[in-house]
T-cell receptor, first 114, second 115 residues
């Protein structure tokens, strides 16, 4: 069964600083990986997804993620944090064992300080 | 706006009661997924329907049931409610013809509070 682990339930950065949110996956087959963002009192919005077409994936709002098979990682980065990036971020892997469900990590809450 | 709608937005009820959560998928999407988000369990998959048929079940309690209607909207029924059922319930939809990389689009959720 596929699973993901997000290291760090809370990450705090200064405005303009690099954002790095960590996600490691476990999968016996090539994974399909997703990053979603949840703003306060809202639903989940897709930031980007890995589909095996390219290891470096660019998403919305300046975010990108790099798939590293050797490290079983799919970390999310943004070169310069903005106050509007404050939200909770979820890494997810698509189940490939009979359903199409998403298996989510516990989430990382990003705080951006002025 | 993802195109997925959920009603009601908030629901407050008492233990032992029954509630129904409604979801309308994006236009053209055939598959509906229900997820529960709670502080202790995180985001958990409950159940998936595809074109009216149950396709997959996750960690869904026997007190919970769901269905998808011919117009493709879905309802999640929660009965004999307990305090621990308080959570945010999300519906997501996808076309389900794009393979495993296909995006699931999430609705805004229904926040359920059981008192």
């Amino acid at each position: 069964a596929q699973s993901v682990t997000q290291l760090g339930s809370h990450v705090s950065v200064s405005e303009g600083a690099l954002v790095l949110l960590r996600c490691n996956y476990s999968s016996s087959v090539p994974p399909y990986l997703f990053w979603y963002v949840q703003y306060p009192n809202q639903g989940l919005q897709l930031l980007l997804k890995y589909t095996s077409a390219a290891t470096l994936v660019k998403g919305i709002n300046g975010f990108e993620a790099e798939f590293k098979k050797s490290e079983t990682s799919f970390h999310l980065t943004k070169p310069s944090a903005h106050m509007s990036d404050a939200a909770e971020y979820f890494c997810a892997v698509r189940d490939q064992g009979g359903s199409e469900k998403l298996v989510f990590g516990k989430g990382t809450k990003l705080t951006v300080n002025p | 706006d993802s195109g997925v709608t959920q009603t009601p937005k908030h629901l407050i009820t008492a233990t032992g009661q029954r509630v129904t959560l409604r979801c309308s998928p994006r236009s053209g999407d055939l598959s509906v997924y229900w997820y529960q988000q709670s502080l202790d369990q995180g985001l958990q998959f409950l159940i998936q329907y595809y074109n009216g048929e149950e396709r997959a079940k996750g960690n869904i309690l026997e007190r919970f049931s769901a269905q998808q209607f011919p117009d493709l909207h879905s309802e999640l029924n929660l009965s004999s409610l307990e305090l621990g059922d308080s959570a945010l319930y999300f519906c997501a939809s996808s076309l389900m013809e794009g393979g495993p990389s296909e995006t699931q689009y999430f609705g805004p959720g229904t926040r359920l509070l059981v008192l």
